[in-house]
T-cell receptor, first 111, second 116 residues
Framework: KQEVTQIPAALSVPEGENLVLNCSFT??????LQWFRQDPGKGLTSLLL?????REQTSGRLNASLDKSSGRSTLYIAASQPGDSATYLC??????????FGTGTSLTVIP | NAGVTQTPKFRVLKTGQSMTLLCAQD?????MYWYRQDPGMGLRLIHY???????AKGEVPDGYNVSRLKKQNFLLGLESAAPSQTSVYFC???????????????FGDGTRLSIL
């Protein structure tokens, strides 16, 4: 069974700092990996999707990388802002066509 | 511009009661999903549907039933609620077979369900 782990569980940084969130998964037979943002009391908003054949995706200040063979992905956030404060979740789509989610990293950006 | 809408947003039930959660999407998506989110466990897939009239079990299907009578709606039923089903339930939809698509899942805002 696929296991998805996110480290750290919580992170607090001052505004303007660059930061990296980590996601690891145990089964490399995936179709894609997605990073989501979840605000308190809200659903998930997709940030980036990386297909298994891709190495990275970028959107604005966000960059996500994927190393399928080692079972790792990182989400890089440049020049963090207080509005980036949220929980960030990664999810992998297995070849069994089921999504598996990590437990998330709670990010606080201090003004 | 509604996207995925879940009804109700909050509900408190007594053990043994039944209820149905409704998910509606206006994006003409083929695939729909029901997840539960519990502290420390991440989101887990309950059931999903790959098109109107079809349903399939996910990771944690026991105690739940689903129906997809119309393409835009996906219903999650609890026949006899138990305290272990206290959770936040999320519905999601996607355009097609996820492994061939660059389109991510779209999520509703969740239903917070407490079973006393």
């Amino acid at each position: 069974k696929q296991e998805v782990t996110q480290i750290p569980a919580a992170l607090s940084v001052p505004e303007g700092e660059n930061l990296v969130l980590n996601c690891s998964f145990t089964d490399s037979a995936i179709y894609n990996l997605q990073w989501f943002r979840q605000d308190p009391g809200k659903g998930l908003t997709s940030l980036l999707l990386i297909q298994s054949s891709q190495r990275e995706q970028t959107s604005g200040r966000l960059n996500a990388s994927l190393d399928k063979s080692s079972g790792r992905s990182t989400l890089y956030i440049a020049a963090s802002q207080p509005g980036d404060s949220a929980t960030y979740l990664c999810a992998v789509l297995n070849t069994g066509n089921q999504f598996y989610f990590g437990t998330g990293t709670s990010l606080t950006v201090i003004p | 511009n509604a996207g995925v809408t879940q009804t109700p947003k909050f509900r408190v039930l007594k053990t043994g009661q039944s209820m149905t959660l409704l998910c509606a999407q206006d994006m003409n998506h083929e695939y729909m999903y029901w997840y539960r989110q519990d502290p420390g466990m991440g989101l887990r897939l309950i059931h999903y549907s790959v098109g109107e009239g079809t349903t399939a079990k996910g990771e944690v299907p026991d105690g739940y039933n689903v129906s997809r009578l119309k393409k835009q709606n996906f219903l999650l039923g609890l026949e006899s609620a138990a305290p272990s089903q206290t959770s936040v339930y999320f519905c999601a939809s996607s355009p097609g077979q996820a492994q061939y698509s660059n389109q991510p899942q779209h999520f509703g805002d969740g239903t917070r369900l407490s079973i006393l």
